[in-house]
């Protein structure tokens, strides 16, 4: 059957009526591509499967929540959304504001987001505010004018967007016929690894309480698609790792700038993921998350955006730490793709080589390629 969309797939388990129409541009059903090489490059008896998140209409993982933050606001009779955003909020809120034909008003630190999700925001139609100051500045006047203002919030503290985003957790799930032993992923504002943890709970959950989200109407806890839930492991860049230390980062910093958050929302939310599931947060040193993007790039083929890469970074070190396990299955979240960011894609590669229009010169430049 034609695939329409994660809502029309999960409407028995999302907080939807059987007449709500979905704002939809046939997102989710990513693919969870094994990583063949990896596990021999780093040494380790462990199979990772990336869930590339990248392969969404907007090329990250923020389409899972949009549809249903948006598909909830038009329903509510909303005429305008408004977000904070590093970059791929924004850019999922145009473009679902613009199939749902509502205004968008999206705040951006100025300068701090990747070239390719601005070119979004503003190609879809929605009104980019650039502000001087951070996400999380951003993220507090959201809510302070959402207060007084005809505009509904669509950030993660918008409870229908960790709704949609859960839904990885259950297409994981039917990947690998249960949960894997672990769930990798980065922590920016913590609003998708509470998702995930959402999912990942209900999956296991035959409770048929009514959910407090919709009264009932979806009975999304019905049935146990899963025998366990994995340990969670949530990565943050180290310039902007407010997680590992405990308070808020006053000015974070950190080449991933789609984690470049220094006071996540869903803070209490994501320390009770981790508690519950055993797992752990770490941190990534920035050089560390651009080796392992240009490794995901070269030796697999997955071309991810950096903060994507803090989750297989961070991984390996906890390998090589000890502190995961061999003979695990580890799931990793790509969150987004790496042709958002140009920039620090082409910054950290050698130029191309220019030559004469030649077969000469091309031969040349073959053969020292090849050594022959
Ligand atoms: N990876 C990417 C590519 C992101 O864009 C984000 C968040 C995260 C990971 C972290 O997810 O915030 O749920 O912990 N980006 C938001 C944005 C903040 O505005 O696009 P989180």
Same mark, same amino acid.
């Given at each position: 059957?034609?695939?329409?969309?994660?809502?029309?797939?999960?409407?028995?388990?999302?907080?939807?009526?059987?007449?709500?129409?979905?704002?939809?541009? &046939?997102?989710?059903?990513?693919?969870?591509?094994?990583?063949?090489?990896?596990?021999?490059?780093? /040494? #380790? $008896?462990?199979?990772?499967?990336?869930?590339?998140?990248?392969? &969404?209409?907007?090329? !990250?993982? *923020?389409?899972? /929540?949009?549809?249903?933050?948006?598909?909830?606001?038009?329903?509510?009779?909303?005429?305008?959304? @408004?977000?904070? !955003?590093?970059?791929?909020?924004?850019?999922?809120?145009?473009?679902?504001?613009?199939?749902?034909?509502?205004?968008?008003?999206?705040?951006?630190?100025? /300068?701090?987001?990747?070239?390719? #999700?601005?070119?979004?925001?503003?190609?879809?139609?929605?009104?980019?505010?650039?502000?001087?100051?951070?996400?999380?500045? /951003?993220?507090?006047?959201?809510?302070?004018?959402? *207060?007084?203002?005809?505009?509904?919030?669509?950030?993660?503290?918008?409870?229908?967007?960790?709704?949609? =985003? *859960?839904?990885?957790?259950?297409?994981?799930?039917?990947?690998?016929?249960?949960?894997?032993?672990?769930?990798?992923?980065?922590?920016? &504002?913590?609003?998708?690894?509470?998702?995930?943890?959402?999912?990942?709970?209900?999956?296991?959950?035959? &409770?048929?309480?009514?959910?407090?989200?919709?009264?009932?109407?979806?009975?999304?806890?019905?049935?146990? @698609?899963?025998?366990?839930?994995?340990?969670?492991?949530?990565? =943050?860049?180290?310039?902007?790792?407010?997680?590992? $230390?405990?308070?808020?980062?006053?000015?974070?910093?950190?080449?991933?700038?789609?984690?470049?958050?220094?006071?996540?929302?869903?803070?209490? =939310?994501?320390?009770?993921?981790?508690?519950?599931?055993?797992?752990?947060?770490?941190?990534?040193?920035?050089?560390?998350?651009?080796?392992?993007? *240009?490794?995901?790039?070269?030796?697999?083929? @997955?071309?991810?955006?950096?903060?994507?890469?803090?989750?297989?970074?961070?991984?390996?070190?906890?390998?090589?730490?000890?502190?995961?396990?061999?003979? !695990?299955?580890?799931?990793?979240?790509?969150?987004?793709?790496?042709? #958002?960011?140009?920039?620090?894609?082409?910054? =950290?590669?050698?130029?191309?080589?220019?030559?004469?229009?030649?077969?000469?010169?091309?031969?040349?430049?073959?053969?020292?390629?090849?050594?022959?």
């Amino acid at each position: 059957m034609h695939y329409t969309g994660l809502i029309e797939k999960y409407r028995d388990r999302l907080p939807v009526a059987a007449g709500t129409r979905p704002v939809s541009l &046939n997102e989710g059903g990513t693919p969870l591509i094994e990583l063949v090489n990896l596990p021999r490059l780093i /040494g #380790k $008896r462990v199979r990772i499967f990336a869930k590339f998140e990248g392969l &969404n209409p907007t090329g !990250s993982f *923020k389409d899972r /929540g949009m549809t249903m933050a948006v598909t909830k606001a038009v329903e509510a009779g909303a005429r305008a959304i @408004i977000c904070a !955003s590093t970059g791929n909020t924004s850019a999922a809120a145009a473009a679902y504001a613009a199939r749902a034909g509502i205004a968008c008003f999206v705040l951006i630190p100025e /300068g701090k987001i990747a070239l390719g #999700k601005l070119a979004q925001a503003m190609m879809h139609g929605s009104v980019v505010i650039q502000i001087r100051g951070n996400f999380d500045d /951003g993220m507090r006047l959201v809510q302070e004018i959402a *207060k007084t203002m005809p505009v509904s919030i669509v950030n993660s503290i918008n409870p229908f967007r960790l709704q949609g =985003q *859960k839904t990885i957790a259950f297409e994981v799930i039917e990947a690998l016929g249960d949960a894997p032993d672990y769930h990798a992923l980065p922590v920016g &504002n913590a609003g998708n690894i509470t998702a995930h943890w959402i999912g990942y709970s209900e999956a296991v959950c035959q &409770n048929t309480l009514a959910c407090a989200l919709c009264e009932g109407r979806c009975g999304h806890h019905r049935t146990k @698609i899963a025998t366990r839930r994995p340990i969670m492991l949530g990565y =943050q860049a180290a310039g902007a790792a407010p997680l590992l $230390r405990g308070r808020p980062v006053e000015n974070p910093e950190t080449v991933a700038t789609a984690i470049r958050i220094g006071n996540p929302v869903s803070w209490q =939310q994501a320390v009770a993921a981790q508690r519950e599931s055993g797992g752990w947060f770490g941190e990534c040193a920035d050089e560390e998350i651009l080796r392992v993007q *240009k490794l995901l790039a070269q030796a697999e083929g @997955i071309f991810c955006e950096p903060a994507s890469a803090a989750s297989v970074a961070g991984l390996i070190q906890d390998l090589n730490a000890g502190r995961v396990k061999e003979g !695990s299955t580890i799931a990793c979240t790509l969150t987004g793709h790496g042709l #958002k960011d140009p920039d620090t894609a082409i910054a =950290q590669c050698e130029a191309p080589v220019t030559v004469a229009a030649e077969r000469g010169a091309i031969e040349r430049v073959i053969r020292e390629n090849l050594n022959i």
